[in-house]
């Protein structure tokens, strides 16, 4: 990867949509180098010829983790990494990216995640003409090959939360057009944070992110309030991407995901749940780790 835009990358400008990528690192591993899966997924996001600059946040990751995201920004002029106090929540790392970037169309990625080439501008485009504030997310696979369940169709409510935990889908499943190389997006209840994008003039207007979900849900959250706004939420399978395996993230996705509930409980019986929502998701989340034979984690990890 080159320290200075290519003449490519230049000449593209004109013609690509401008994208700020951010990306929160927390908590991670040290990696041997360039085969790491963080370093695939920062220069996967500079490969993009619509990324215009690249934000690191990093948040809470040990020296030498922190030592090695200097080094990848140290000479380049579309890398800007911001240190965060470890106190901030994911969610307050996301929105603290946004604040630093510059471009037209905010990309919100996990630094898991390697892009698939041209994904970024399929985003962006796909957006022409829709209900503001939009969002739209891409699709992701694991490293086997299998879809991740990135895409919630039907509405968002406090019961979805359940829906999430236990990784069930919605009530329609979004349909890919296999006839169409290109695609097109398909209108869903809420897309992954892991994967997704949105212009910075309707991430404004939401106010980004909730900083009171510490890991989980708030993506959730941040498209429900963009579907009360009357605007719409997107989902492209022709934008893709791999995402590398991540732990079970335990106590902290239940009590994000319980926080969500709350947040969204409308009826008399929305809110009995949310009042119950902590301890009922952590046993489903628990009893789901169980099942698939992978012990429940605490600790706080990244999304």
């Given amino acids: 990867m080159e320290d200075f835009p290519s003449r490519e990358r230049i000449t593209a400008a004109t013609l690509e949509p401008r994208v700020s990528a951010i990306v929160v690192v927390q908590n991670a591993k040290p990696g041997p180098g360039r085969a790491s899966p963080l370093d695939l997924c920062l220069r996967g996001a500079l490969a993009e010829p619509s990324v ?17 995201l200097r080094a990848f920004q140290a000479d380049r002029r579309d890398v800007k990494l911001v240190t965060a106090p470890n106190s901030l929540s994911f969610a307050a790392g996301l929105n603290l990216g946004a604040r630093h970037a510059r471009a037209r169309w905010l990309l919100f990625l996990d630094s898991d995640v390697v892009l698939q080439r041209g994904a970024v501008s399929r985003l962006a485009t796909a957006g022409n003409g829709v209900h503001t504030p939009w969002i739209i997310g891409g699709r992701l696979m694991d490293l086997e090959g299998r879809e991740r369940p990135v895409a919630r169709a039907g509405a968002l409510n406090a019961f979805s939360a359940v829906a999430v935990a236990m990784e069930l889908d919605g009530p329609k499943r979004p349909k890919r057009r296999r006839k169409s190389p290109s695609g097109t997006p398909t209108k869903v209840a809420a897309v992954s944070g892991a994967f997704m994008l949105m212009p910075r003039s309707d991430f404004d207007d939401l106010k980004g992110f909730d900083e009171g979900f510490a890991t989980d849900a708030a993506d959730l959250d941040l ?10 939420v997107l989902f492209l399978p022709a934008a893709s991407g791999v995402q590398f395996e991540r732990g079970q993230r335990g106590r902290r996705q239940a009590q994000g995901l319980a926080l969500f509930a709350a947040k969204s409980a409308k009826t008399p019986l929305e809110k009995a749940f ?11 989340v628990a009893l789901k780790d169980f099942i698939a034979g992978q012990p429940p984690v605490d600790r706080q990890q990244p999304r």
């Avoid at 309030?225 to 009357?230: K, L, Y």
């Fill in 52 to 68: 215009e600059e690249l934000i690191i946040v990093d948040l809470g990751n040990e020296p030498e983790v922190s030592s090695a």
């Fill in 223 to 232: 498209c429900k309030r963009a579907a009360d706004a009357g605007g719409s």
């Fill in 274 to 284: 949310a009042a119950i929502a902590a301890p009922t998701l952590l046993v489903l």
